[in-house]
């Protein structure tokens, strides 16, 4: 980033800092003077931050507030928060199920981040960290997330390469396509020693209040253990726990049973 635009950015952000609930709203003159700044420079940043819903703009007198976008931003930060607290007794209830290594992962762009995790108690256990991020196309927690995302944004992520992790990820765009589909009509996807060899995954997407996926429920564990009879045995749990986090975090209908109606 070129040095001018790290000084506008840093003043942007000095900006934001002078409004306080003691002062919810401030003119062009009173930034200036706090920040000693020119007001000509001080009144070119707020019109890029209005037109941009960073801030707003009282008609009446003219003086500044706090806009849309940045609470946009903060209910962000919150449903992050709001989703771990929920999660963690599904988690634990998963794990106390399958004794496997169970995961929460958060769908960041067209990445995937590890954000909460209950270990086997195993000795031969798959092994994740928090705050490891993934790719969406292997895995199946990054498969769970993709097969709801957008098309626009399922696009974006088959517009880039497709890594080959092992000899069994899926790196041909129209087999994923047709993966998907699947997911979407079952409701949860299965992973066959795609990330790890000799490991089996399965996941279930979360949706937030707007219905957007935004999250995704995972077990994993090594094939001699964790079978595609546990696959059978457990697919209908984690969709129902999923979707117990979906409807805590205000989503009101089962997002899979109402993806099912649609179709």
């Given amino acids: 980033m070129p ?6 950015l840093v003043r942007a952000i000095a900006i934001l800092d002078c409004f306080r609930p003691d002062q919810p709203e401030l003119g062009v003159r009173e930034i200036a003077r706090q920040l000693d700044l020119p007001r000509s420079t001080v009144g070119r940043l707020l019109a890029t931050m209005l037109s941009a819903g960073i801030l707003s703009q009282n008609p009446l007198t003219n003086r500044y507030k706090i806009g849309p976008k940045v609470l946009q931003w903060s209910s962000t930060y919150l449903s992050r928060l709001d989703l771990v607290s929920e999660a963690r007794p599904v988690l634990a209830e998963l794990h106390r199920i399958t004794r496997e290594t169970v995961g929460l992962y958060l769908l960041d762009g067209i990445e995937r981040v590890c954000i909460e995790l209950i270990e086997s108690p195993e000795h031969l256990r798959v092994v994740i960290r928090r705050g490891e991020r993934m790719p969406l196309h292997a895995g199946s927690a990054g498969k769970a997330l993709l097969a709801f995302m957008p098309p626009e944004l399922i696009k974006q992520v088959l517009a880039k390469p497709l890594d080959q992790m092992t000899p ?11 993966e998907l589909e699947k997911i979407r009509q079952r409701g949860y996807a299965v992973s066959r020693s795609e990330r790890f060899e ?39 749990k984690i969709i129902q726990l999923a979707n117990r986090i979906s409807e805590a975090l205000g989503y009101v209908r089962s997002p899979i049973q109402s993806y099912q109606r649609r179709k």
């Fill in 168 to 178: 069994n990820t899926i790196t041909k765009r129209k087999v994923l396509l047709a």
């Fill in 3 to 8: 040095k001018t635009e790290t000084q506008s």
């Fill in 198 to 236: 000799d490991t089996l995954g399965l996941a279930a997407p979360i949706f937030d209040a707007a219905g957007k996926v935004v999250a995704a429920l995972n077990v994993a564990g090594p094939t001699m253990r964790f079978t595609e009879a546990e696959i059978d045995k457990y697919a209908p």
